[in-house]
């Protein structure tokens, strides 16, 4: 319980909120939760024994109203309310003071929440965008191994054309290495070509080379 | 009509109070709601000191003399006035706060609530009903906020924690947004700003249409079910989750917006 209520101090709120006036048991607690911004909310099992034992004391009276027990201060009641306005001045600077605590527990509450919000959320936003930065260049690493597959498809399929190529009706046993041969020729070829530049010049040479060399191996052929 | 003049620490209670305006300039406010009797405590004040008027119609206003909504500039002149107040006033009760650099904390009302500030931090706790917010470089910090939200800034950033919004309308300039919404079949969610990012949460479960504009923000989403488009001069994440009903719309420009689904319960 809130230390608010010390010794004596919800005896004395009690007959406070009796003497503004008549009143349930029920509305007592609900005044109490208010006061306190529902921060203190005692349990009738708190409140109705209290009640009971002012009555017992003489210091309220109760009288059943559509079959709920009213309480009424007495003028005994109201004497020790009196005795004690000093305290009870005191009681209710203490429950300003407390009702200003719950301010600032507020305050403080709904920072704390919208900080460890903002932190949860900012990390999540995070997370989701490396997540689909991650997804795009997994998917561009894919793709770069697809053309290279493709590429090597397409390699094997060019050899298997040439070595194809040289065989066929009454070919020797040799025609499809020679054409192997000549699928590696050109895939070396093309590879040198690749890296360098070709101008007319290179081309007027190589196209020399390659007579040369089919010349050659039509001497050796025959 | 009653009137006080408020030069020293003071506590007020007053029989009825039916609206509530405060208008403060430096310090700390904090408006609470009760259905104890309607209560101002001040614990700090300086000069000048505070002008207290409570009207006949119930209307309960804490100002100082010189201090009204047309005249902003004069709540800038020089002067310290600074001060500390708590109200409690029934929840009932619409409530008009405007401060200059003082923080506000506004808790549990249920009907009109308008808060502005120039740079002072407005918290916002379990507001109800029709919400104003207008700040130039404050924060707003908002928690279990339900009904109709306005939010317009400058560059103050806000935040909604456990919102249940029906209708929530957002507009900064470069003012950050965090928002982690409930959103009703009816809700209507509208976000426009330039440079503040946007980072927003609804539940896995949620039903709304999206649509989310940008210009060169990037769009980012942990729902798979929205498209991305892009076309020269707008990037544009959209679509329907779940059923539709709901409406979720967001136009940035520069701002990135990421849209996060909160992991099933």
Redesign the interface.
């Known amino acids: 319980m809130s230390p608010v209520f010390g010794h004596g101090r919800l005896r004395l709120y009690l007959l406070k909120l009796l003497e503004e006036s008549p009143r349930h048991g029920y509305e007592v607690i609900r005044l109490l939760q208010d006061r306190f911004l529902g921060v203190y909310s005692p349990s009738p099992g708190t409140i109705y024994p209290r009640l009971a034992r002012l009555e017992e004391e003489g210091l309220v009276t109760h009288e059943v109203v559509d079959g709920k027990k009213v309480f009424t201060i007495s003028d005994l009641g109201r004497a020790e309310l009196n005795g004690r306005l000093d305290e009870l001045a005191d009681l209710e600077q203490e429950i300003s003071d407390s009702v200003r605590d719950i301010a600032r527990e507020v305050k403080e509450d709904v920072r704390d929440t919208v900080k460890s919000l903002r932190e949860e959320l900012t990390q999540m936003a995070r997370e989701v965008r490396q997540g689909s930065e991650q997804d795009s260049r997994k998917a561009w690493r894919e793709q770069k191994t697809e053309w290279r597959r493709q590429t090597d498809v397409w390699k094997d399929e060019l050899k298997r054309v040439w070595a194809d190529g040289f065989t066929g009706e009454g070919s020797g046993a040799g025609d499809a290495r020679l054409g192997q041969m000549l699928a590696e020729f050109v895939e070396e070829v093309r590879k040198d070509a690749a890296s360098a530049q070709v101008s007319e010049e290179t081309l007027a040479t190589a196209q020399d080379a390659l007579y040369d060399a089919a010349r050659r191996i039509r001497e050796t052929l025959r | 009509m009653r009137q006080w003049t408020i030069e020293k620490p003071e ?1 007020l209670t007053f029989d009825s109070v039916r609206r509530l305006n405060v208008r403060i300039v430096a310090g700390k406010l ?1 408006v ?5 009797p309607p ?1 101002l ?1 001040v ?1 700090e004040v300086d000069s000048p000191p505070l002008l207290v008027t409570h009207d006949d119609d119930g209307t309960l206003t804490v100002t100082y003399k010189d201090l009204t909504w047309d005249g902003l500039l004069g709540w800038l002149r020089p002067g310290r006035r600074r001060a500390t107040l ?1 109200l ?1 006033v029934p929840k009932n009760c619409p409530v008009n706060v405007g401060v200059v650099s003082a ?1 506000a ?1 506004v ?2 009302f249920e009907d009109r609530t308008s808060v502005r500030s120039v740079s002072g931090e407005i ?3 379990g507001v109800s009903g029709e919400i104003n917010a207008d700040t130039v470089s404050g924060a707003v ?3 279990g906020l339900v009904g109709d939200l306005s939010f317009k800034s400058v560059s103050g950033e806000l ?1 909604v ?2 919102g249940t919004p029906r209708r929530l309308s957002v507009t900064t300039i470069s003012g950050k947004i ?1 928002a ?1 919404l409930k959103l009703p079949p009816t809700g209507h969610v509208t976000m426009n700003s330039v440079s503040g990012d946007i ?1 927003l ?1 609804l539940p896995h479960t949620v039903e709304t249409d999206v649509k989310i504009r940008s210009t060169s923000g ?1 769009l ?3 729902f798979p079910e929205l498209d991305h488009s892009v076309q020269p001069g707008a990037k544009t994440l959209g679509g329907r989750i779940g059923g539709g009903m709901a409406s979720l719309t967001a136009n940035t420009v520069s701002a990135d917006v ?1 849209l ?1 689904k909160g992991a099933q319960a």
């Open positions: 506590r904090a609470l709601a009760g259905d104890g209560a405590e614990t708590t409690t923080s904390v808790a549990g918290v916002l706790d910090e908002s928690r935040t924690a456990q965090t982690d980072v949460r990037r980012d989403t942990g990421t996060l």
